[in-house]
């Protein structure tokens, strides 16, 4: 089965960017034998990003896609993001632009759900070290926009983590053990979803 996985890069202060650092940290720790794992790197940028997440579904076709986004107010945080929504993209991003209509798919549903129980995940995931949060509002920028592109085009076969920034106690090692547990549990739900 191929899972793909994607971190952003580079933002604002943000040079090294945590979640695109937990990606390839998951990439070397691996998800098992049956489970193909490709990891991309995203830009900030609205248009690219959604460029590079269609090519993910309409070539690859993977069975789940987990996209993996830096959470610059969370300190010792990650956050399930249960779904996307299509409006409100005012904000511009790396290159200046923000998308037309300020929405992700024009006449789009206003918001899809992954069809990942993130509440279940939520309450019998844990990771030691750090606290595990739910959420349903992404929010509004590069990362709730690719969420939403990913739920639209791979019909709800999509996940979004949120992640801290790195420092002392949360390592790229840390995170990418982390993102581990969470994502074997998640792929359970899609072997689950399957039968």
Not at 142 to 158: E, W
Request: charge should be negative; aromatic fraction near 10%.
């Amino acid at each position: 089965h191929l899972s793909f996985f994607s971190g952003f890069g580079p933002f604002r202060q943000y040079l090294v960017n945590s979640s695109w650092e937990a990606v390839k940290e998951l990439s070397k720790r691996g998800l098992g034998e049956n489970i193909d794992l490709r990891i991309m790197q995203l830009p900030v940028a609205y248009q690219k990003a959604k460029e590079q997440v269609c090519k993910i579904w309409t070539t690859l076709q993977p069975l789940l896609t987990v996209h993996v986004g830096l959470a610059s107010s969370a300190t010792a945080l990650i956050i399930l993001e249960q779904c996307g929504k299509n409006k409100g993209y005012q904000e511009r991003d790396a290159c200046g632009f923000h998308p037309e209509g300020a929405c992700c798919v024009l006449d789009g549903p206003e918001k899809i759900e992954s069809t990942i129980n993130m509440k279940t995940l939520w309450k019998n995931t844990s990771v030691e070290g750090i606290d595990i949060i739910l959420s349903r509002d992404a929010g509004r920028y590069i990362c709730d926009y690719t969420y939403y592109t990913s739920l639209y085009y791979g019909n709800g076969r999509a996940a979004f983590i949120h992640v801290p920034p790195l420092s002392e106690s949360v390592t790229a090692e840390f995170l990418g053990k982390a993102l581990q547990t969470i994502i074997l549990a998640m792929l359970e739900q899609c072997g689950e979803q399957r039968e």
